[in-house]
Antibody, heavy 120, light 111 residues
Framework: QLQLQESGPGLVKPSETLSLTCTVSGGSISSSSYYWGWIRQPPGKGLEWIGSIYYSGSSHYNPSLKSRVTLSVDTSKNQFSLRLSSVTAADTAVYYC????????????WGQGTVVTVSS | QSALTQPRSVSGSPGQSVTISCTGTSSDVGGYNYVSWYQQHPGKAPKLMISDVSQRPSGVPDRFSGSKSGNTASLTISGLQAEDEADYYCCSFAGSYTFVVFGGGTKLTVL
């Protein structure tokens, strides 16, 4: 049973860079069948797609965040990562990593989510 | 403001059916058969309920069904049960620039 687990600092200062890692267990990140994505949810609000990455490193980003987001993948560690620069309080959210089949549209496996607060 | 429009809330009694709408444009919902629906209970991660407009993943009860007409997708839950009370989000592919958009979410209350 494939599982995803987010990890990273729970508190980030304004203007700094948020860095999170998603560890894939019970399966390989190098499968050609999946995209790996990040989605966030501000407190009391809805879901926002941040971006998705393929095991090859090919990535797509939300246009509203593209200038500040970098996704990367480390196949040797079975992990993929998110970096969000120049954060503000508006970036405070629960951050989820998730898997999506390349052949269908739906994020079928999600991590439990990690809370990131932007505050000085 | 979310790219896809959902009603803020819907409600129904146990055993009844409810339908949640998700309205987009021809650039997202109307342009592709790539709509998914998620159920989210408080404090939990979202759960995929429907993919590709109407496909139910293994383990999702057949009480949940999806459809699409023009720029509006719909999630119908029949035979409402207490455990169906949750937030529901729609999601659509939106082309090779925007890629993925979510709806603002709908709170389902089982009376």
């Amino acid at each position: 049973q494939l599982q995803l687990q987010e990890s990273g600092p729970g508190l980030v200062k304004p203007s700094e860079t948020l860095s999170l890692t998603c560890t894939v267990s019970g399966g390989s990140i190098s499968s050609s069948s999946y995209y790996w994505g990040w989605i966030r949810q501000p407190p009391g609000k809805g879901l926002e797609w941040i971006g998705s990455i393929y095991y090859s490193g090919s990535s797509h980003y939300n246009p509203s965040l593209k200038s500040r987001v970098t996704l990367s993948v480390d196949t040797s560690k079975n992990q993929f990562s998110l970096r969000l620069s120049s954060v503000t309080a508006a970036d405070t959210a629960v951050y989820y990593c998730a898997r999506r089949f390349t052949s269908s549209f739906g994020f079928d496996i999600w991590g439990q989510g990690t809370v990131v607060t932007v505050s000085s | 403001q979310s790219a896809l429009t959902q009603p803020r809330s819907v409600s129904g009694s146990p055993g009844q059916s409810v339908t949640i709408s998700c309205t987009g444009t021809s650039s997202d919902v109307g342009g592709y058969n790539y709509v998914s629906w998620y159920q989210q209970h408080p404090g939990k991660a979202p759960k995929l309920m429907i993919s590709d407009v109407s496909q139910r993943p293994s383990g999702v009860p057949d009480r949940f069904s999806g459809s699409k007409s023009g720029n509006t997708a719909s999630l119908t839950i029949s035979g409402l049960q207490a455990e169906d009370e949750a937030d529901y989000y729609c999601c659509s592919f939106a082309g090779s620039y925007t890629f993925v958009v979510f709806g603002g979410g709908t709170k389902l209350t089982v009376l």
